[in-house]
Every structure is written in structure tokens, then in C-alpha cells.
């Protein structure tokens, strides 16, 4: 009785079943839309971390360069020329923009409660000079930040030849040393192999190196190649071109070998880490800093709140406006729909009050009543679901583009990883990446679509169950009179 009745009333009053589904549909599709468009910026700002941090690092541990080093740190160069001026050569590699750390402190990191994995990773600069020189020194003036713009708008330091005089041309590259044996983590693992090969696990000490195809590109340096840093030669195996933005080194090649040419036996710069729980990255975080002194410890949460540009300032208002404006609409929503519903039984009274006459108790029209409603919003439900899935569709197919900059104006220490001035993602940092905004609906926000609508459903069911259960009998006699 109860399926027979509701089936025959719901084709009774398609009309204003249709009008309270389609007041759901609307806050439902909203919801979806929302939340697909949160979805896709957490993407796009993945992908913005990603290029910097390297796939499934979760943290990174540093430390932070001694903003009181001497200018004994600055590069000098020595050249030798006899009287006539003559072509030269010279390179000079440093560690990039943080203190070196002990390798041990890599098995330190990976010892750490919740810790899955921990690699590290030595950041290297090359500034290579190329000219003619007369006996001389040059040296870097204390302004290392200072740049000229050289032949082929090359960038120049800025700085003196002492003894002599010179027509010289300054280049630097950056160099990162990777542990082979562990290249599911680190910067590499956010470039794909475009050409070649990559490393394995034999090559720990092997003269090999993996370029980045925008350098690779500006070099004219192909697979089969060689290319020299300070007189060493690397035969280069790999061409890999960064995912998204920019990579995070020109030149990859083994960790022992960036750690001779640098000078820096048994150290690095960065220890990345990811976690064997992703919920529990506050806790592992606290148990580094807490154990391991000295170090400062950056989790891809806090390289995200660097993140500016219109990517930051869409995220933000489809978290902040985005998500208030939907639970707006949807409040708005179920109390149109209870009111309607409302309204529908109190022009239902003489029917209701009818059937209070032929022995009907409050509580079986009360249910009646209940079940109406209930359907309606599951119907509300399927449209408000079609329609949400379209305006992601529609979102995903146009996919429009943000800008998205990293750390661009980080601090002496800036996000870790190597994220800060020198560190070995700050050609990525300070360039502005373009991402294509994607919407992806999860099962997540099905889910939860569906149980809107159901609780739209019971919402105006109480209203109109509240309505219907205060009628009496008498009330279809006085409706009709």
C-alpha cells in the first residue's frame, strides 16, 4: 500500500516534485563542482611541489647555510699567462646554498620512528670561466647577487682581475649528485627519461651523467655525448625532461662523484624523506627535529604555503568563498525544499484529513509523507549528480591555465629542501610555472552527494511530516465547507 500510494501521488504532482528536486539539484551540483575544482588545485599545487621536491618525498631535512661565512668562500680562479694574452679555462664547483651534512646523517633520518625511506642528495653549482687572461687573480665581488649580462646574454658575476687585465665570459650550471641506488626519491624522480637511459644501481662511482632536456637543448648536448666539469669528463646517458615547470638541476650524475668534484667526501646537502604513514608527517617531522640537532625540516605543507600566483589565489577562494557559497546554497536548498513541501500538504489537507476518517494513524501519513520527500531528494540527488559531473567536464575540458611561483621570495633559509637562495630547485623557484587546471570528481563526493540528497529528502520531510501530523479529521470537513 504504502509503494502504491507514493508511486501514484508522485505522478499526481510531478510538477512540484520536479520544482523541490531541481532546489536540490542546484546546491548539490554546486557541492560537486566545488569540490572537484578543490580537487584539481591540490593537483596543479602537486604538481608545482612535485617539480621541486621529487615524487613521494614527504619532508626534506637541511641545513641552514652560516649567514656569517667569510669572503673566503668566494670563488677565485688563477690563471696562467706569459706575456701574451691567451684562451682559458677555468671551473670552480661549490656546494649550493646550504651547510653540508654528514652521510650519516642520512641512516640517522631513516632510523627515525615512521620514517619509510630517507635518501640523500649532494646540491652542487659550477661557475665555469672562459676568456682571455694576462697573470692575474680574479675574485668575486662580496655582491655575489650582482649580475652583468655577458656575450650571448650570458649571466657575469660581477668582479676584479687583480695583476692583470682579462676579456672573460662567466657561466655557471647547476650540478646535482644523485644516490643510484635510491631513485624512487629525490628531484629526479619528477623528470621523465626522454632519451636514453637513467642510472642504475652498478653506476654508485661510474663518470655518467643524466642532463636536463632544457640544458641538454641550450648545450647541444646529446646521449653519447661528453661533457666536462672542472677536468673531469661524464659521458652523458640520459636526456629527462621535468614534468611540470622546471627541473631541478642542469646536470644529475652519481652522488660519489659530486661529492669528489665538490671536495665534499662523505656529505650532503639534503636528506629527502617520505614517510610509511602520510597522516602521521606532523609526528615524524617533531621526532627529526627533536633527535637530530641543528637540521630544519620542511614537509611539502609547508612548501605549500609559498605557493603564489593566480594557482594560490584561485585555491583560495574555492577552500574559502567556494566552500561558504555551498553550504549556503545548500542550506537555502533543504529550506526551500522543507517549505514546499510544506505548502504541498497543507493543500493536502482534505486528502490527509480523509484519510485520518478512514482510520489512518498521524504516524502512518507522517511516513507517507516522509517517503514522498525522500524520494525527491534522491531525484534532486541524480540531477544535482549529472549536473555537477558536467560543470567538472566542462571545467576539465577548457582547462584553464594558472601561474603558480615557489618560494620566490623565501628568506635566508627559505623551505627546506634545498627550496631556499642557492638551493638546488632554485632555478625552479623562481621561474612561474603554468598549470592546466584539471577537475577530477573521487568517489569521495559521489558519496557524499548522495547523502545530501538523502538528507535534503528527510529535511523537508520533517517539515512536511510535521505539517501532516498536526491535521485531524475534522480539518477535511471544515476544507470543505
Known sequence: MFFTYLRRELRRRRKAALVIAMGLALGIALVITVNSVSAGMQQAQGKVLESLYGLGTDMT?????????????????????????????????MVQGFQSLKSSVVDQVAGQSGVKEAVGGLSLVVIKVNGQFQRGEFQQSPDSGTRQQGPG???????????????????????????????????LTSSKITSGK??????????????????????????????????????????????????SANVYIPLQQAQTLADAKGKVTTVYVQAADSKKIDSVKSAIQKNISGTTVTTSSDLA???SGSLSTASDLATNVGKWLSIAVLVAAFLVAGLLTSSAVSR?????????????KSGRVTRQVMGEAIVNGLIGGALGIALGLGCAYLITTISPTLEATVGGGGGAEGPGGGFGPGGPARRAAS???????????????IVLAVVLAVAGGLVAGTFGGWRASRLRPADALRRVE
Open 198 to 247: 637513467t642510472f642504475t644501481s652498478a653506476q654508485g662511482n661510474a663518470k655518467v651523467a643524466v642532463l636536463d632536456s632544457a640544458y641538454a637543448k641550450q648545450k647541444k648536448l646529446t646521449v653519447g655525448k661528453t661533457l666536462t666539469i672542472s677536468g673531469t669528463k661524464f659521458e652523458v646517458i640520459g636526456i629527462a625532461t621535468a614534468d611540470s615547470g622546471s627541473s
Open 61 to 93: 631535512v637541511t641545513k641552514a647555510a652560516d649567514p656569517d661565512s667569510s669572503s673566503a668562500d668566494r670563488p677565485r680562479f688563477r690563471f696562467d699567462a706569459r706575456g701574451d694574452e691567451k684562451e682559458q679555462s677555468s671551473d670552480r664547483v
Open 305 to 307: 604555503s609559498t605557493v
Open 431 to 445: 621561474d612561474a610555472l603554468q598549470i592546466a587546471l584539471q577537475a577530477p570528481v573521487e568517489v569521495d563526493t
Open 153 to 187: 646574454g650570458s649571466n657575469r658575476p660581477q668582479g676584479t682581475v687583480r695583476g692583470g687585465g682579462a676579456d672573460f665570459d662567466i657561466n655557471n650550471f647547476t650540478v646535482y649528485g644523485t644516490d643510484v641506488g635510491h631513485l624512487d626519491l629525490g628531484p
Open 348 to 360: 493536502r489537507v482534505r486528502e490527509f484529513g480523509t484519510l485520518k476518517a478512514l482510520g489512518w
